[in-house]
């Protein structure tokens, strides 16, 4: 176990949070769910699936539910029809509410349980759709994005959006610092924001990189009270003898922690890099910017990768 889940684990245990997991059919989310609940570190709550669930797994300390079964679906109906405000009828309802995305995410948004995660088996897709259809975006906030904590021994760095927005807005940008800020005080980082470009300080004067430059503007505005400055090249924000000659003004310069990448193309190929060629650890994409958290494993992932995002999750149920 990593140190940064070893720390957030132990922050959310005993908080008697539940995280939904909607494939209870796939032997990853099982062996997650038994160990998670084993640890007594949160409560997966099992959406039964139409295969039933694998009783090799210790599952006693989870909390099973069948939608077929479920004696509060009638409820679930009309809160689902009343949220969606006129775009889906009761008729539709009950037919979206067959798809167990769909029920764990009204689980979440009834109170239920506080998070969920799912993507084992799913699309990205599949799986973030019904949250921003129910759980929606947070006040102020217009469009969840993904970031990735990047980890390689004591460091740690947050980058985003690498996974949801390929063209991102000056406005959505502005948005994605802030909450990136956010996610990083979450793991124990003091955040400073380094919104890229391939331009820094005004060196290159273009539509992409006058966009940086507004949203830094936008951000700023908003009086977060977080230090978040641009536009800057990658080595302008992380390399202290670079910043203090290409950017001597700021801030931040030179002393980053959290980048804000430009679009999905730079975000998604950065982190790759860091990751392949870096050796860092990359974990994510962890959604942000929802009312209440979702979270997307890859279809590739293994156990371990959804019982670390299961405790972000949980963890996520913690900030605001």
């Known amino acids: 176990m990593s140190t940064i889940i070893k720390e957030l684990t132990a922050k959310v245990k005993g908080q008697g949070i539940k995280v939904v997991f909607p494939e209870s059919n796939d032997e990853r989310i099982l062996k997650a769910a038994e160990r998670l609940s084993q640890e007594d570190i949160l409560t997966p709550v099992l959406i039964k699936t139409k295969d039933g669930i694998d009783t090799a797994f210790d599952l006693s300390k989870c909390e099973v539910i069948d939608p077929t079964d479920y004696d509060q679906f009638d409820d ?12 889906n009828t009761k008729e539709e309802a009950l037919e979206l509410l067959k798809n167990e995305n769909y029920f764990g995410t ?22 973030v759709l019904p949250a921003l259809q129910i759980i929606k975006t947070k006040p102020g906030v217009s469009r969840t994005f993904g970031y990735f904590l990047m980890v390689r021994d004591d460091a740690k760095y947050i980058f985003g959006d690498c996974a949801i927005n390929p063209n991102p807005t000056a406005d959505n940008l502005a948005e994605f610092a802030i909450e990136s800020a956010k996610a990083a005080e979450m793991f124990g980082i003091s ?16 539509e992409e990189s006058q966009k940086v430059k507004q949203a830094v503007k936008l951000a700023q505005a908003k009086d977060s009270g977080y230090l978040i400055d641009g536009e800057m090249q990658f080595d302008a924000a992380f390399v202290p003898s670079v910043g203090k000659k290409k950017y001597p003004s700021s801030d931040v310069a030179g002393q980053a922690n959290t980048f804000i990448f430009p679009d ?17 650890e990359a974990m994510g994409p ?13 279809r590739g992932c293994d156990a371990e990768d959804a019982y670390n995002t299961a405790i972000i999750t949980a963890a996520q149920t913690l900030t605001k």
Do not use: C, W
């Not at 679930?76 to 775009?87: D, P, Q, T």
């Not at 400073?192 to 273009?206: E, H, I, P, Q, R």
């Not at 962890?286 to 890859?298: C, E, K, R, T």
């Open 264 to 280: 999905l193309n730079s975000g998604n190929i950065g982190y790759k890099i860091a990751q392949r060629l870096g050796n860092f």
């Open 286 to 298: 962890i959604l942000a910017g929802l009312n209440q958290p979702v979270n997307d494993l890859s």
């Open 191 to 206: 955040p400073k924001v380094a919104m890229l470009s391939f331009s820094t300080n005004g060196s290159a004067d273009t």
């Open 106 to 127: 009204m689980l979440v948004y009834m109170g239920k349980a506080q998070g969920l995660v799912s993507g084992a088996a799913h699309s990205t897709g599949e799986t």
């Open 76 to 87: 679930m109906v009309e809160a689902f029809v009343e949220r969606r405000k006129g775009k």
